[in-house]
């Protein structure tokens, strides 16, 4: 494929994304036409990648990269997050992604909770992956020394009593 063809297909792709063009060429078939954003093999993983990003737009910021998202690697099954190597941006991305208890006054039992609801991490490698327990959903945090992750959930379990330890922790599941 000709070199500016091959740029022509990634372009919107890149553009939205932030993935490289040398990345994307491996991607590209002899097809001849523009390569998509993949969509979500399951329903779960569409609703993950879904409520991370509503509880991301509340970072903010004024920075390059406002949410603290340098670039994104969507495919079927996954979501591949790369994160600003900034510790102060780790510890947004945990607190207002880790489940807590926010208020005990709501009337319904998921008011209570702020963050995502069932959220669950786990290190893989250099990578933090967020999943909910018994889906088939996940996205992958990279980009930054997942020591900084732990650390600040550490701090956070101690101050906001995050909600980590087992998957049916509302009283409600029980």
Known sequence: ???????????????????????????????????????????????????????????????????????VRPEEDQLTIRVVNEPYVIHYWAEFLLPRLSSEDALDPRDQVSGVAGLRFRREGSQICLHQPGMPARIMLTGFNPWWWQRIVDRLTADYDLLQSEPDWCAEAR
């Open 1 to 71: 494929m000709p070199p500016l063809a091959a740029l022509a297909f990634t372009e919107d792709r890149r553009r939205s994304t932030g993935e490289s063009h040398q990345a994307l060429c491996t991607l590209l078939g002899e097809s001849g036409q523009a390569l998509p954003i993949p969509a979500a093999r399951h329903p779960e993983q569409a609703q993950l990648e879904t409520a991370v990003f509503l509880a991301c737009c509340k970072i903010g910021g004024l920075s390059e990269h406002p949410l603290g998202i340098v670039r």
